[in-house]
């Protein structure tokens, strides 16, 4: 895919006169990536949050995943994106993965995580300053490896913590063009796959559609739905 791209770039852009190598080959089908943070993971990993000596990346954690912003988004996160009088986080088209701005809806957490920063470090620059050429904190990786060691758990990306803020937004039953919108997605289709990964609404479905079967069947415990007989069965 990477090589069809390249190529194709090239004879447009450079106007050459050239076939492309990579068309017409059958590529191996991508695999989107399905982990969330679990409900059960939650205590646990707030606990672990809790201890993090660290406070930039305490916060950054935090509003990772209160915003569902990219990864890039929150570690440029700037003073001038964020209005805490309206509660938004303004990114600019020059940031969004799109090409449009967004204008994300900060919750209340997210809004008194942001307060709490500003009174000890106050409004100027970046949310995340750091010492590097970029201005802004990198590199949080390390944090988030010990994070996830002290809380216990696996195979967690930074990135997943947006994912995880869609699943538990489906899973309350919010519409996926709402939740969409938040994320700043283009189409509809970009958040849909996020609803494979919400358990509840699916459960919820089951529970009912079981409940009206029983009650329909005059049936309260399924286990005593069929007594068991003693005796010879018939061929």
């Given at each position: 895919a990477l090589v069809r791209a390249v190529f194709n770039f090239g004879i447009k852009e450079l106007d050459l006169?050239?076939?492309?190598?990579?068309?017409?080959?059958?590529?191996?089908?991508?695999?989107?990536?399905?982990?969330?943070?679990?409900?059960?993971?939650?205590?646990?990993?707030?606990?672990?949050?809790?201890?993090?000596?660290?406070?930039?990346?305490?916060?950054?954690?935090?509003?990772?995943?209160?915003?569902?912003?990219?990864?890039?988004?929150?570690?440029?996160?700037?003073?001038?994106?964020?209005?805490?009088?309206?509660?938004?986080?303004?990114?600019?088209?020059?940031?969004?993965?799109?090409?449009?701005?967004?204008?994300?809806?900060?919750?209340?957490?997210?809004?008194?995580?942001?307060?709490?920063?500003?009174?000890?470090?106050?409004?100027?620059g970046f949310v995340f300053p750091g010492?590097?050429?970029?201005?802004?904190?990198?590199?949080?990786?390390?944090?988030?490896?010990?994070?996830?060691r002290r809380a216990g758990i696996e195979d967690l990306r930074l990135h997943d913590l947006r994912r995880s803020l869609a699943s538990f937004q489906i899973d309350a039953g919010v519409s996926l063009a709402v939740i969409g919108k938040g994320l700043g997605h283009q189409s509809q289709a970009?958040?849909?796959?996020?609803?494979?990964?919400?358990?509840?609404p699916v459960r919820d479905a089951m529970e009912k559609g079981a409940a009206a079967i029983l009650a329909a069947a005059g049936v309260t415990n399924p286990a005593k739905v069929v007594p068991i007989r003693k005796g010879k069965r018939s061929a």
């Open positions: 006169s050239l076939s492309n190598p990579a068309a017409g080959i059958k590529m191996h089908r991508e695999e989107s990536r399905d982990r969330r943070l679990h409900a059960d993971e939650l205590p646990k990993f707030f606990e672990a949050l809790a201890e993090e000596e660290n406070v930039d990346i305490r916060d950054y954690v935090l509003l990772s995943l209160l915003t569902g912003g990219r990864r890039s988004n929150v570690l440029s996160m700037r003073w001038d994106e964020i209005s805490l009088e309206r509660g938004t986080w303004r990114i600019p088209s020059s940031k969004a993965k799109a090409g449009e701005a967004i204008e994300v809806p900060l919750s209340t957490a997210a809004q008194e995580i942001l307060r709490s920063r500003a009174s000890t470090n106050g409004k100027q010492p590097g050429r970029a201005g802004h904190l990198v590199e949080p990786r390390k944090g988030w490896e010990r994070i996830l970009t958040t849909a796959v996020y609803a494979r990964l919400a358990q509840e």
